[in-house]
C-alpha cells in the first residue's frame, strides 16, 4: 500500500503483514521507514474524517510531559493521501507508543504483579496524577474525551501516561463552529444524565469527562474496584451498572443509604487520604444532581500531590506505601485477609517467585469485624427465607498466567528514588537500560528470513503469551497475524476465539464479542472437526450467551450439545463435564419444575467429573447448590441439607487452597444461604467449620399424627 504525507508529499509504502491493531473503523501500521510513527488508515475515510483531522492538527494541545521526552497524549502529526495523486485524506500519521500497557494491567494487582511487581501505590498516585494533568490538557483547549475507559489509557513502568485513539474525542472546529461528537462510551464510566442517550446526538461537556476520570481514579487507587461496584441488598437480581449511576448508588456514600455494600475484597474507603476522601463523595454524590460541582483536574492534581506526600513506608515491607492519617499498614492486613498474597510484594518474594505463586497456606485467619458484616449483610435476606436460592458464579478461567521472573530488582529501586526526586524527569535511553524490553522473553518476532508457516508459529506463540499475560487484544492481533500466514490453522482460531471470550467478559456490547468468538470456533471446527477444545469453549459461550437471549433454552441445548461432542472426544474430559452439568441446572432451573430430569442430568455430570479429578472445586459448588435446591423443594419438611453443605465446604476448602479468593467467598456465601439463622456463629470462624465435619444441619423429623 503506497500512501502520501501531506506536510512534505513524502510516499510511504506500508506492509499489510505490518498491522498493530485494527477495529472496525481503521488499521494500524508499523512505519519501515520511521519507528517513532504509525499510520492509521480509515476502512471507509469520509470527509467528515477529514474535516476532524484538519481541525485537530490545526490545534494540538500542549504535551504536559513534552520536557520528559515522553508523549502523554497520541495526537494526530500528519494527514495520508493515496499515493495515486488523489487529494481524499485516508488516514494520519501519530505517535508510536513503546512499552506500555493497558491501565488495568496496573489497577488490577494480578496483573500488575505479573506487568511490573514493584508497581507500588507511590507509583499508582503518581499515574493518577500524570493521567489528571493530560486530562487538564486537553480541557484547556475545548476537547473531551467522551469515551473514557480503560482501553484508551496506557501507562508505563515509570507511571507515564498516553492517551490513545484520539480520533475518536469530541472536537471542535474553532472556526467553523462545528462538534465533532464523541459517538461511543462505556456504561461503567458514562455520567448519569448522559446514560441511556444516544452520544452521536449529544454534545460533550468537561463535567461529563470527569466523571470517567473520578471512576478511574477510584480504580487506580482502591485495587481496581469499580465505586459502584457492591454486593445488592435488594430483592432480585442486582441492578446494571447503568442503573446503579443513573441512581447515585455511591458504594461508599457517606450521606444517604444504598442498597450495597463494598465488596468483601475492595480495600476500604478510609485507605484513601482524606481530602481525596472529599474529592469522590463531591464527584458521586454532590455531582450525581449538579455535575458542575464535579472537581476539575486541577483540583485532583493538588489533592494528588498532597496524598502522595503524606504516603510513609512500613517497617515490614519497604514496598508497603500507606498514607500517614491511617495508624497501621492496611497493606500487611489485606495480605492476610487474601489468605497470604500481598497486593505488594516484597523484593525478596519477588526474587522467590512468591509472587505469582498459588497461596499454599493452609489456614488463613479472616478478620472477623468488616468481613462478617459484609457477608451477613449480603445474604440477610436470603438466610431469612427459606426458599433463597444460593448464588451461581460465572465459570473461571481455563489458563493460568504465565509465571515470571524477577526483572531488574536493583534497577526497580534505584528508578524509584528517581522518579521520588525528579518527577520521572529521566531519558528514555535511561529508561532503556535500565528495562530491558520484555519483549526478550517472548517467543521471537518473526524475521524475512522464515517461511509462511514459520512465521505463522512465531505469531501463534506471541499470541498465546499475551493471552497468559491478560493482553487479550494484544493476543488477538498476533492471532490475526499468524492467521494470514496460515489461514487454516485451527488452534489460532480457537485461541483468538478464547480472547475474544474474554473481551465479552469486560465489554459493554459483550453479544458482539460472543458472536465473534463463535465464528471463530466454527471455523476451527471446519478445519478440523476433531478439535475438542473448540467444542468445549463454543458451548462455555454459548450458555454465557443465554442471557441475552429471547430463547435461553435454545443456547443451554446448544452449549449441552457442544459440551457432547467434547466429552465423546475426550470422555476424560472432566471441565466438559461440569460445564454440561451447569447448563442442564440451568435448564432445569428455568423451567420452575423441581422434577425436570436437568436436576439429575446435572448432578450426574457432577458426579463424573469428581470421578475424573476430585480437585474440580467448581463441580463442588455447583453439585451443593443443585443438592439444595432439591432438598428445599421437600414437601415433607424433611429437609437434608447436610450433602449440599459437604459440598459447598469441599469447594470452599479447594478454592482457597487454589489461592482462588473470589471463588472461596462465593463458597462461604453459600454456605451462608443453607445455615440460615446460624450463618453468624459460622462466620466468626469459617475456615474452623469447613474443615469439620457436617453437624450443624439435620434432618428435622416428621409429626406423628
Given at each position: ?510 453479544v458482539m464479542e460472543y458472536q465473534a468468538a463463535i465464528a471463530d470456533f466454527d471455523q476451527a471446527l471446519q478445519l478440523n ?177
Open positions: 500500500m503506497r500512501l502520501q504525507r501531506q506536510s512534505n508529499k513524502q510516499i510511504i509504502t506500508i506492509e499489510p503483514k505490518l498491522t498493530v491493531g485494527h477495529g472496525g473503523e481503521a488499521r494500524v501500521f508499523v512505519l519501515p521507514q520511521d519507528e517513532q510513527l504509525v499510520a492509521k488508515v480509515y476502512h471507509k475515510p469520509t470527509k467528515a474524517h477529514a474535516q476532524k483531522l484538519m481541525a485537530m492538527l490545526a490545534n494540538p494541545p500542549e504535551n504536559p510531559t513534552a520536557a520528559k521526552g515522553h508523549i502523554s497524549i497520541a495526537w494526530p502529526t500528519d494527514l495520508l493521501y493515496p499515493g495515486d495523486g488523489s487529494d481524499r485524506v485516508i488516514g494520519f500519521l501519530m505517535p508510536r507508543v513503546h512499552k506500555m500497557h493497558s491501565v488495568l494491567e496496573f489497577y488490577n494487582p494480578k496483573t500488575r504483579r505479573q506487568t511490573c511487581p514493584f508497581f507500588n501505590y507511590l507509583y499508582l498516585h503518581r499515574t493518577a496524577r500524570n493521567l489528571v494533568t493530560a486530562m487538564g490538557a486537553l480541557h484547556s483547549r475545548g476537547y473531551c474525551i467522551g469515551d473514557i475507559n480503560e482501553s484508551n489509557i496506557l501507562v508505563s513502568d515509570t507511571a507515564l501516561i498516553t492517551l490513545v485513539d484520539t480520533d475518536s474525542f469530541q472536537v471542535p472546529d474553532p472556526k467553523s463552529g462545528y462538534v465533532y461528537r464523541c459517538g461511543v462510551g462505556k456504561a461503567e464510566f458514562t455520567p448519569p444524565e448522559l446514560q441511556g442517550k444516544n452520544f452521536a446526538h449529544f454534545e460533550r461537556k468537561p463535567e461529563h469527562d470527569l466523571f470517567g476520570l473520578a471512576v478511574l481514579l477510584f480504580q487506580l487507587l482502591m485495587e481496581g474496584t469499580h465505586p459502584f461496584a457492591g454486593i445488592y441488598q435488594g430483592i432480585g437480581d442486582p441492578p446494571s451498572f447503568s442503573a446503579r449511576i443513573n441512581a447515585g448508588h455511591f458504594v461508599y456514600s457517606k450521606s444517604k443509604r444504598v442498597p450495597y455494600n463494598p465488596t468483601p475484597i475492595a480495600p476500604p474507603f478510609e485507605l484513601l487520604y482524606p481530602s481525596l476522601q472529599q474529592l469522590f463523595l463531591r464527584c458521586f454524590e454532590e455531582g450525581h444532581h449538579n455535575p458542575k460541582l464535579r472537581p476539575n483536574a486541577q483540583a485532583w492534581q493538588t489533592a494528588l500531590i498532597e496524598a502522595e506526600k503524606s504516603l510513609i513506608t512500613c517497617t515490614s515491607n519497604n514496598q508497603h506505601r500507606y498514607s500517614n492519617h491511617l495508624s497501621s499498614c492496611p497493606w500487611c492486613e489485606r495480605a492476610v485477609r487474601l489468605g497470604g498474597r500481598d497486593q505488594f510484594p516484597s523484593l525478596q518474594a519477588v526474587r522467590a517467585g512468591q509472587h505469582l505463586q498459588p497461596v499454599k497456606r493452609k489456614r488463613v485467619t479472616l478478620p472477623k469485624k468488616d468481613y462478617q458484616q459484609q457477608v451477613l449483610s449480603a445474604f440477610n435476606s436470603a438466610a431469612a427465607n427459606p426458599t433463597a436460592k444460593l448464588v451461581v458464579g460465572k465459570h473461571k478461567k481455563r489458563f493460568n498466567p504465565l509465571m515470571w521472573g524477577l526483572i531488574g530488582t536493583g534497577a526497580l529501586v534505584c528508578l524509584e528514588i528517581i522518579v521520588i526526586v525528579h518527577d520521572l524527569q529521566i531519558s528514555p535511553q535511561t529508561i532503556a537500560n535500565l528495562f530491558p524490553d520484555r519483549s526478550e522473553a517472548k517467543p521471537a518476532i518473526p524475521q524475512p528470513s522464515l517461511n509462511g508457516n514459520q512465521i505463522s508459529i512465531a505469531y501463534y506463540d506471541q499470541g498465546n503469551f499475551h493471552y497468559k499475560l491478560g493482553d487479550y487484544k494484544g493476543a488477538i492481533e498476533n492471532f490475526n497475524r499468524a492467521l494470514l500466514y496460515n489461514p487454516n490453522d485451527a488452534n489460532a482460531y480457537v485461541n483468538r476465539g478464547n480472547a475474544r471470550y474474554e473481551i465479552a467478559q469486560h465489554s459493554s456490547n459483550p472437526p476433531s478439535a475438542e477444545e473448540a467444542y468445549l469453549s463454543r458451548g462455555i459461550v454459548r450458555h454465557d450467551t443465554a442471557k441475552f437471549s429471547k430463547d435461553t433454552d435454545k443456547n443451554y441445548l446448544a452449549a449441552i450439545s457442544d459440551f457432547n461432542q467434547t466429552v465423546m472426544l475426550n470422555p476424560s474430559n472432566a471441565k466438559a463435564y461440569v460445564k454440561r452439568g451447569i447448563s442442564y441446572y440451568k435448564l432445569a432451573q428455568n423451567s420452575k419444575n423441581i422434577q425436570h430430569p436437568g436436576y439429575q442430568e446435572a448432578i450426574n455430570d457432577f458426579n463424573q467429573a469428581l470421578r475424573l479429578n476430585n480437585q474440580e472445586a467448581e463441580a463442588y459448588i455447583k453439585r451443593g447448590i443443585v443438592r439444595y435446591e432439591i432438598a428445599q423443594s421437600d414437601k415433607t419438611q424433611n429437609q437434608d441439607h447436610s450433602s449440599a453443605l459437604t459440598d459447598l465446604k469441599q469447594a470452599a476448602k479447594l478454592f482457597l487452597a487454589q489461592g482462588d479468593v473470589e471463588s472461596y467467598q462465593e463458597a462461604l456465601s453459600n454456605i451462608c444461604v443453607v445455615l440460615e439463622n446460624k450463618c453468624q456463629s459460622f462466620l466468626q470462624n469459617p475456615e474452623k467449620f469447613i474443615t469439620s465435619k457436617v453437624h450443624l444441619m439435620t434432618p428435622k423429623p416428621q409429626q406423628s399424627n
